[in-house]
């Protein structure tokens, strides 16, 4: 039997320690090079573009920039996911690390008590890191074949101890309002393409939206995905039956499935409804990723955070100046 993967050398180009070994000035060069990889790690202006600036460091030893053009002041992440950050450059290199290492999802809990920050600060690391993954997805378009696919997460409620008080949630009427349905679009041998709606049915506008014409898709027999053979040639699979049959299937699908549920499960234990999107798209980069080396993929977040605007959703967030 051959190796898995992660098990293999390859795999392992990247380790924690080596980054709690760099200083804060070898930090700082790493996310140069990655932020202004074209003027190999010089600054350039976010305001005018300049390419001559002044470097200085304020009191707290941060190190700042003033362009010498239009006098504007930014540091290494100013406009980025990053930006106003409080840590130092070298903690959220290993944040990065740290989260991941973890090939079904990192618990925020767990990353506070690594790094010795409060929940919170881990809370919104993490979800701009998230934010980062989700930027790769932006506008993808599947062809091929693919296989579609709905399941429920998030807004978990215990079962009652006794049979006769127990209540059916898949009916309207037992529903909290707080679980909702992950569909995913996944090429079968390519990428990965999430959404969370209210019910399977109301995903068939994004399928039509994300998937190219001429596209085979592969879906179960729900009643949801039947007006898309108007649209696409479909092979349809009973469950009921067979998990495979006479070439249908939704496998792929499954198996990212497979990898969000573990992280519910395992790691994130209650997901409400409003962040529940970007834990599925964790999910599909890290099920897309799954054959990457774990210091190419440090990197490629890195690359993310630094080559996208302030975070839509935690920009302020708990300051109150918005809601997620």
């Not at 696919?149 to 127990?166: C, I, S, T």
């Amino acid at each position: 039997m051959s190796q898995h993967f992660l098990l293999s050398r390859q795999a392992k180009t990247l380790s924690l320690a080596s980054v709690f070994r760099m200083s804060d000035a070898e930090a700082e060069t790493t996310f140069r090079q990655v932020r202004w990889s074209e003027t190999d790690g010089e600054p350039v202006c976010p305001k005018c573009g300049g390419l001559d600036a002044y470097e200085y460091r304020r009191e707290t030893g941060a190190l700042q920039f003033e362009c010498k053009a239009c006098k504007a002041h930014f540091s290494i992440t100013s406009g980025t996911l990053f930006a106003s950050h409080k840590l130092p450059l070298r903690i959220y290199l290993a944040a990065i690390a740290i989260f991941i290492n973890e090939v079904k999802g990192k618990s925020m809990l767990a990353m506070s008590r690594d790094l010795g920050l409060s929940y919170k600060a881990a809370f919104v690391l993490c979800h701009k890191m998230r934010e980062a993954m989700a930027a790769e997805m932006r506008g993808r378009q599947l062809g091929g074949e693919v296989s579609v696919d709905g399941a429920y997460f998030g807004g978990y409620v215990k079962p009652a101890n006794r049979l006769e008080n127990r209540v059916d949630r898949r009916l309207a009427e037992n529903r909290t309002g707080k679980r909702r349905v992950v569909v995913v679009i996944r090429q079968h041998g390519g990428d990965t393409l999430p959404a969370v709606f209210q019910s399977e049915a109301a995903a068939v506008g994004f399928i039509r939206s994300h998937v190219k014409p001429g596209t085979i898709v592969n879906a179960d027999e729900a009643s949801s995905w039947d007006s898309l053979h108007a649209k696409f040639e479909m092979k349809r699979i009973n469950h009921g039956e067979a998990y495979s049959l006479n070439g249908a299937c939704t496998n792929w699908a499954e198996e990212y499935f497979s990898r969000l549920r573990r992280g519910e499960i395992g790691h994130h234990h209650h997901i409400s409804g409003p962040y529940l999107v970007r834990y599925a798209q964790e999910a599909a980069f890290r099920e897309d990723a799954r054959r990457v080396a774990n210091g190419e993929h440090v990197t490629r977040v890195a690359e993310l955070a630094m080559t996208n605007k302030p975070s839509v959703d935690f920009a302020g967030y708990w300051q109150r100046h918005k809601a997620a």
